[in-house]
């Protein structure tokens, strides 16, 4: 097999992108003009989403939002470590600088970050970037042996979620920040790649919690 047999296609599937790229710009430039513009002028997003790196869960899509709108960080399993410095220096800059009211923490059923944890199947940097949820899963496993397969499965999903989610509002970021007085809500949700729909999974919290 010629490794590079395919050249053709490998530039025409790329090219694609591009080109779907200028259409897009060119109606949005239509549709507002000046949109880039002032877009590069500065952003003031009311909302960070930590979410799963799925390719099936596109933060601005589901949400609707535009560019401008939403910051972004993104890793497999949505997971929100103290120690990540990926994860808090986004954390950090969104809700510092950027002064965000809103960090949505989604999770989405069917996650393969979890679903991995789950099953104690993982090796190299994936292990060791799920142990945090491979404990989670460890925490629950006799609770969730009561549950069909897939049932479980969507527990977990969930309860990934409120993990990453408290773990956030235990952050000294997130910490700092209520005591000086922002105004900051976090957000536990979960995405139906079956369905394309999103739901809350707790209240919403705008204060520290208690433990
Ligand atoms: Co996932």
Redesign the pocket.
Known sequence: MLLYGNAEFFVNEIQVLLDHNREWAAQIEQEDPGFFGRLAKQQTPEFLWIG???SR?PANQITGLMPGEVFVHRN???VVLQTDLNCMSVVDFAIRNLKVKHVIVC??Y?????LAAMAGNTDGAVDHWLSSIRELYLEHKEDLAGLEQVAAERRLCELNVLRQARSLCRSSVMQDAWRSGQQLTVHAWIYGIENGLLRSLAEPVAAPPES
């Not at 069917?110 to 979890?114: A, D, L, S």
Request: glycine content about 28%.
């Open positions: 799963c790196s799925d869960v497999v399993a949505n999770g989405h069917g996650c393969g970050g979890v």
